[in-house]
């Protein structure tokens, strides 16, 4: 699909599609905001530092280039950097340099990180529960599902 120039005319949002649009920003927002407050409050975790956690545990090696790290974490390349300092303050992650190229770094989730993560799971779980999939029947997972796919085309997770 083509973009619109700028000078191009671009049809207002009926109501219909301005509810959609509406429900998805707001949803989204109250979701990860109450996961957060969880994260945060019982065990000292963002939601990205949690997901962050979450992809390496789960990479070869629990370690991923950050340029890859940074796409599944759906973070910019900087704001990645910024969150893996602060988990390495932590001593949650590791910066490792590639034996083959000394240009790729890779982040590495630590014991520690390991086991914060570990820790933090029932929490997310719960969260995720709770605040979307309880509140939404069968039905409406597979529509949200069929829904929101083609938007999430290019993501790097399949499932």
């Given at each position: 699909?083509?973009?619109?120039?700028?000078?191009?005319?671009?049809?207002?949002?009926?109501?219909?599609?301005?509810?959609?649009?509406?429900?998805?920003?707001?949803?989204?927002?109250?979701?990860?905001?109450?996961?957060?407050?969880?994260?945060?409050?019982?065990?000292?975790?963002?939601?990205?530092?949690?997901?962050?956690?979450?992809?390496?545990?789960?990479?070869?090696?629990?370690?991923?280039?950050?340029?890859?790290?940074?796409?599944?974490?759906?973070?910019?390349?900087?704001?990645?950097?910024?969150?893996?300092?602060?988990?390495?303050?932590?001593?949650?992650?590791?910066?490792?340099?590639?034996?083959?190229?000394?240009?790729?770094?890779?982040?590495?989730?630590?014991?520690?990180?390991?086991?914060?993560?570990?820790?933090?799971?029932?929490?997310?779980?719960?969260?995720?529960?709770?605040?979307?999939?309880?509140?939404?029947?069968?039905?409406?997972?597979?529509?949200?599902?069929?829904?929101?796919?083609?938007?999430?085309?290019?993501?790097?997770?399949r499932l």
């Amino acid at each position: 699909m083509a973009k619109a120039s700028a000078r191009e005319q671009v049809a207002p949002l009926d109501r219909r599609e301005m509810a959609a649009w509406h429900s998805l920003i707001h949803a989204h927002a109250k979701v990860t905001r109450q996961l957060e407050a969880d994260l945060e409050a019982e065990h000292g975790l963002t939601l990205p530092g949690y997901e962050v956690l979450a992809h390496l545990s789960e990479a070869p090696d629990r370690r991923l280039r950050m340029s890859d790290l940074a796409s599944f974490a759906v973070l910019t390349p900087s704001g990645l950097t910024r969150l893996v300092d602060k988990l390495s303050a932590a001593g949650l992650v590791e910066r490792a340099r590639c034996g083959a190229d000394a240009r790729v770094v890779y982040a590495v989730i630590t014991t520690e990180g390991l086991r914060r993560l570990r820790a933090a799971y029932p929490t997310h779980l719960r969260g995720v529960r709770d605040y979307l999939i309880d509140r939404l029947g069968a039905k409406q997972l597979d529509a949200l599902a069929d829904a929101l796919g083609p938007l999430s085309a290019d993501c790097p997770i399949r499932l």
